[in-house]
């Protein structure tokens, strides 16, 4: 499947540090996303990067993608309390009808204040 | 700034009675679909619709789900004789191009006793 998959599947910081979570996937993207989802909310939009691109930044988010592993990153720097959430990556697989996406089980991240 | 919106953002119901949430995707978006999450488990793709016709479904959108465009702004999702095993949180997303991100509504919560 082609389903990706977070690491660590739990993270917990204080605040001001930084937080880094991975993702691995199997076949070949077109793109691929990260979301956030708070307890028991909606999934967030965070960032896409293309299969072309190798970095990407938006705000404190910083997003690595290394086709060539299938794996991507996903580093918050100076984290808040408020960023205690779920983060999930979800593929675009490349020849799917239409752009359904494949999620990973996701990295619950805790930051204490 | 355009986001999905979801109605109810709660529905219980009892085994066996029909059920059907709605959706209002982003007003230029083309492509929409529906997903669903069980509690502490990944999010995982029901049905993509494009130019009123659905183009993918999985193998959880079996003959008691369906879905319909009945305007120019509604997305629904009906399941026809819910069962235990439908509760979950049922996600709406759209998106402008296949290219584009994926955006997501805040979720209907469906407990079905």
């Known amino acids: 499947s082609q389903q990706g998959e977070e690491d660590p599947q739990a993270l917990s910081i204080q605040e001001g540090e930084n937080a880094t979570m991975n993702c691995s996937y199997k076949?070949?993207?077109?793109?691929l996303q990260w979301y956030r989802q708070n307890s028991g909310r909606g999934l967030v939009h965070l960032i896409l990067i293309r299969s072309n691109e190798r970095e990407k930044h938006s705000g404190r988010l910083r997003v690595t993608l290394d086709t060539s592993k299938k794996s991507s990153s996903l580093l918050i720097t100076a984290s808040r309390a408020a960023d205690t959430a779920s983060y999930f990556c979800?593929?675009?697989?490349?020849?799917?009808?239409?752009?359904?996406?494949?999620f990973g089980r996701g990295t619950q991240l805790t930051v204490w204040p | 700034e355009p986001e999905v919106t979801q109605t109810p953002s709660h529905q219980v119901t009892q085994m066996g009675q029909e059920v059907i949430l709605r959706c209002v995707p982003i007003s230029n978006h083309l492509y929409f679909y529906w997903y669903r999450q069980i509690l502490g488990q990944k999010v995982e793709f029901l049905v993509s619709f494009y130019n009123n016709e659905i183009s993918e479904k999985s193998e959880i959108f079996d003959d008691q789900f369906s879905v319909e465009r009945p305007d120019g702004s509604n997305f629904t999702l009906k399941i026809r004789s819910t069962k235990l095993e439908d509760s979950a949180m049922y996600f709406c997303?759209?998106?402008?191009?296949?290219?584009?991100?994926?955006?997501f509504g805040p979720g209907t919560r469906l407990t079905v006793l």
């Open positions: 076949t070949s993207i077109n793109n």
């Open positions: 979800a593929t675009d697989a490349r020849g799917s009808t239409l752009g359904r996406l494949y």
């Open positions: 997303a759209s998106r402008e191009t296949l290219a584009g991100e994926q955006f």
